[in-house]
């Protein structure tokens, strides 16, 4: 009991240490310009996948929480961008980080991470339309054809909000899932060495 006690203090030592390091990189943000500028591509997501397999998919969508808290003192978005964050990353690493419990190989880890960056770009959709967009609208008194205007000096013809989402976020949003996951591959198997082997020292 006392030895299960050691290895759930550990993990949560470890969950709070990539918390704090996916909190550090939702500040490194990198405009594409095939978007619109105020949707922009970070590796905050990056730990909380290495997390969600190394230490359990309910640690994954944990560093996703602590995360986006930590960045509420420093919101730009009325704490809106935060939810959102939130809730599209833990749609990602949960999806990926349960795949993979059953799953342990390489290619379960692919398939895995392919299933959550797919799935967190189909719900991006609902998302954005019915929360996201409206909100900065209402909130922050963005007007929406002013953000459709900026969509559509990228593609003429864009006049619509869920055509603008079809087109530009739903596979935006897939390809940071996958770029984060192609990230976690590269660094993945020493950390998730250094890992486990802190976890079993105790």
């Known amino acids: 009991m006392k030895k299960m006690k050691r290895k759930n203090i550990v993990k949560l030592t470890c969950a709070a240490l990539l918390s704090a390091i996916a909190a550090v990189l939702q500040f490194v943000e990198i405009s594409i310009p ?28 944990t560093i996703e929480l ?3 808290l930590l960045h509420l003192p420093f919101t730009q978005s009325a704490g809106v961008g935060e939810i959102c964050n939130f809730i599209l990353g833990a749609v990602f ?18 398939l895995a991470s392919l299933a959550g960056a797919l799935l967190m770009s189909l719900v991006s959709l609902p998302v954005n339309y019915y929360f996201v967009y409206p909100a900065y609208v209402k909130i922050l008194n963005m007007p929406l054809d002013v953000i459709l205007g900026m969509y559509n000096e990228i593609l ?16 935006f949003t897939f390809f940071k899932g996958v ?16 890992l486990k082997g802190q976890i079993n020292k105790v």
């Open 34 to 61: 095939i978007i619109p500028s105020f949707v922009k591509l970070d590796f905050s997501d990056l730990p909380a996948i290495l997390g969600s397999f190394a230490l359990g998919p309910g640690y994954g969508v």
């Open 66 to 68: 602590i995360k986006n």
């Open 93 to 110: 690493v949960l999806t990926a980080g349960l795949i993979y419990k059953y799953k342990k190989t390489r290619t379960g880890a692919i």
């Open 156 to 171: 003429p013809g864009t006049n619509s909000l869920i055509k603008a989402l079809s087109i530009f976020n739903l596979p």
């Open 179 to 194: 770029v984060n996951a192609a990230l976690c591959f590269l660094i993945y198997k020493p950390l998730s060495s250094f």
